[in-house]
């Protein structure tokens, strides 16, 4: 094989291996890790609408940041709600955001701190960081704190991992 033709074979496999890569994404977390937003949101949008957490939550996101959308907190707010309400921990923490710095909907300390408090009992470290902020501003007493954990209940997906006091025994009614 001559140089010129070793040459020619190199020059076409580079070209045919990057061919390759020029396929359409079809995986949405990659799209977005590699910042392709616009074919993220758009492989992400119908996974959501069919009640998938982690495409609930990454549209929540993208609409946060205005990545390949603009920038909409009230579609972040209702997005990241969907996914937190369904057990997602990141988008109880980022819903938990949203509701402690009123973006896309009223400021509401108690709801923020039942969020982040159901986000950390699954294993979300930050949100665990914002319950000691919320819990050290004395904006909650001990008592709403409580209440809030008892609320976020329902949306901790292991039983081992719900908040349990004399209240939850309490029938209520």
Request: glycine share 8%; aromatic share 12%; net charge neutral.
């Amino acid at each position: 094989m001559t140089l010129t033709t070793l040459h020619k074979t190199i020059f076409l496999a580079l070209t045919a291996l990057m061919l390759a890569g020029c396929g359409a994404e079809t995986d949405p977390k990659v799209a977005f890790d590699n910042g392709d937003y616009e074919t993220a949101h758009k492989l992400w949008l119908p996974l959501a609408k069919n009640g998938d957490a982690v495409a609930q939550n990454y549209m929540g996101i993208l609409y946060y940041l205005g990545f390949g959308v603009t920038r909409d907190y009230l579609k972040a707010v209702e997005w990241y709600e969907k996914a937190a309400t369904a057990g997602n921990s990141d988008a109880q923490k980022n819903y938990g955001d949203m509701l402690l710095f009123a973006r896309g909907t009223k400021k509401n300390i108690y709801e923020a701190y039942k969020w982040y408090f159901a986000a950390f009992q699954q294993g979300n470290e930050g949100a665990g960081k914002q319950i000691e902020v919320i819990a050290a501003s004395g904006n909650l007493s001990p008592n709403q704190q409580m209440h809030a954990k008892i609320d976020a209940n329902p949306f901790i997906m292991d039983d081992s991992k719900k908040f349990m006091s004399h209240d939850t025994y309490i029938n209520k009614n």
